[in-house]
């Protein structure tokens, strides 16, 4: 099972992913998430896409196809072994055409397809509350909202006891930028997928476990109609 989750900055798909993902057995693809880890490490790949996350634009095709690629291939290797995975879940990728036609690719290679493609859709004017509100623990990643999802204790994550703290592209700047991206380069993308046939919409502005709800109905459903 192949599933993209789509939506804005903010709309909630890195919050779902770590719901859903497990509970499909999806292994999470999130490409801002591996290049956080990379500039985190001070990697060589961290020291490339540094600059460009801060600002908020996007790191080049080229580079975000290859790390892709790799994790899929991990992926193909624990499913051929018989490791209890049923397949990958993105999350903040594809979000260009050339990063789309990519993953075709790839996954026709593998002899897969993409199972859904599911919009989180929610009010621009409600992003940017978000994305301000926003604080990941800097040890587990676990994300919260200081008033939508907050921890039990201010500053402290619920799970590993780490500290929250605001990423450094939540800044106005950087937030603007990348709300334009989506609108430009990513947004396009449903019309793509509608195409193919795979594109499924939730509301995003529900609470989170309704989200998760109809995420997880969405998604069961199109694997369902793919067996039949
Ligand atoms: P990435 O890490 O993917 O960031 P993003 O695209 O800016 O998306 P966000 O993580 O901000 O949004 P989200 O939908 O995950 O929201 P969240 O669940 O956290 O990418 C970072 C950067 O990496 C990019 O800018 C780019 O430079 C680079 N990059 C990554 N992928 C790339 C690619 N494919 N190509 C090129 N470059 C790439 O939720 C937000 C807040 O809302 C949280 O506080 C949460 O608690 C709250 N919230 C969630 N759900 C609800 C709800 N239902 N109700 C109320 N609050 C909610
Ligand atoms: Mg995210």
Do not use: W
Not at 67 to 88: F, H, T
Not at 181 to 205: H, I
Request: net charge negative.
């Amino acid at each position: 099972m192949y599933v993209i989750l789509m939506g804005a900055q903010g709309s909630g798909k890195g919050t779902q992913a770590a719901l859903i993902g497990p509970k499909l057995n999806l292994v999470k693809v999130a490409t801002g998430d591996l290049f956080r880890a990379a500039t985190e490490q001070k990697s060589e790949l961290g020291l490339q896409v540094q600059a460009i996350l801060e600002s908020g634009n996007l790191v080049p095709d080229e580079l975000t196809n290859a790390i892709v690629q790799v994790r899929l291939a991990q992926i193909a290797a624990a499913k051929a072994k018989g490791e209890d995975v049923a397949g990958a879940l993105f999350d903040g990728f594809p979000r260009t055409e050339p990063q789309a036609q990519a993953l075709d690719e790839i996954l026709a290679n593998q002899g897969e397809s993409l199972t859904a493609v599911v919009e989180i859709d929610v009010p621009r004017e409600k992003l940017v509350a978000r994305l301000a509100g926003r604080r990941v623990c800097e040890s587990c990643g676990t994300v919260y909202h200081v008033e939508a999802d907050p921890p039990a204790v201010p500053g402290i994550c619920n799970k590993c006891g780490g500290k929250l703290l605001q990423r450094k592209d939540d800044t106005p700047e950087a937030i603007t930028r990348r709300l334009e991206l989506y609108d430009d380069l990513t947004r396009p993308l449903l019309a793509y997928y509608a195409e193919q046939g795979v594109l499924e919409r939730v509301d995003g502005d529900q609470d989170i476990q309704k989200v998760e709800q109809d995420l997880l109905d969405a998604i069961r459903s199109r694997a369902e109609s793919m067996k039949a």
